[in-house]
């Protein structure tokens, strides 16, 4: 059993470069997630997919785009890198309620230079 | 809005020690309340938590208490090991999920 799997690991990208890091989960999941984590702030919420079909914007929603595949996939996308987007991103995924945790994903470290 | 605050680290103790890792949180509503550890390289995962108010979350000998009155869901354990030492989260959800800046836990032999 899987649980979230984001790829790829490590990426470094030159500043106005694009791309796409995947995420797929095997648990059935309603809801998935895309959060950044920086030093001595926590995780950020990029945007998220309530359900299949739908996206919305999380707390740090500038400079990235969303697709939800379907139920399973979720991606992310870096239009035009910026070094302001240097951080480590995790994907998640839950049932979208309250009382339930998310599971996560190990994560990909993406360094803009 | 809705916030989670923790302790800043980093908190250092030896093997055996008592630990507490303080979080606090601001909510309109009655959100469910986490913790989650971060292994080197990995992940969250969630640790353990608490849905209301007065309910007690337990995993793997932490502990933590839903207390309403001081809006607080401290993290607690009687005897560390080295293998405990990672990154602590304490989150709140309620619409969605929101997480404290985490705190770094090193436990020395």
């Known amino acids: 059993n899987a649980g979230v799997t984001q790829t790829p690991k490590f990426q470094v990208l030159k500043t106005g470069q694009s791309m796409t890091l995947q995420c797929a989960q095997d648990?059935?999941?309603?809801?998935m997630y895309w959060y950044r984590q920086d030093p001595g702030m926590g995780l950020r919420l990029i945007y998220y997919?309530?359900?299949?079909?739908?996206?919305d914007k999380g707390e740090v929603p500038n400079g990235y785009n969303v697709s939800r595949l379907n139920k399973r996939e979720f991606s992310l996308r870096l239009e035009s890198a910026a070094p302001s987007q240097t951080s480590v991103y995790f994907c998640?995924?839950?049932?979208?309620?309250?009382?339930?945790?998310?599971?996560f994903g190990s994560g990909t470290r993406l360094t803009v230079v | 809005g809705d916030s989670v605050t923790q302790m800043e680290g980093p908190v250092t103790l030896s093997e055996e020690a008592f630990l507490t890792i303080n979080c606090t949180y601001t909510?309109?509503?009655?959100?469910?309340l986490f913790w989650y550890v971060q292994y080197p390289g990995e992940g969250l995962q969630l640790l353990l938590k608490?849905?209301?108010?007065?309910d007690k979350g337990s995993n793997k000998g932490f502990e933590a208490t839903y207390r309403k009155e001081t809006t607080s869901f401290h993290l607690e354990k009687g005897s560390v090991q080295v293998s405990d030492s990672a990154v602590y989260f304490c989150?709140?959800?309620?619409?969605?999920?929101?997480f404290g800046a985490g705190t770094r836990l090193t436990v020395k032999p």
């Open positions: 648990m059935n999941h309603n809801s």
């Open positions: 608490a849905t209301k108010a007065d």
């Open positions: 909510a309109t509503g009655y959100p469910s």
């Open positions: 997919s309530a359900s299949e079909g739908t996206t």
């Open positions: 998640a995924s839950g049932w979208g309620t309250q009382n339930y945790g998310y599971t």
């Open positions: 989150a709140l959800s309620y619409n969605d999920m929101r």
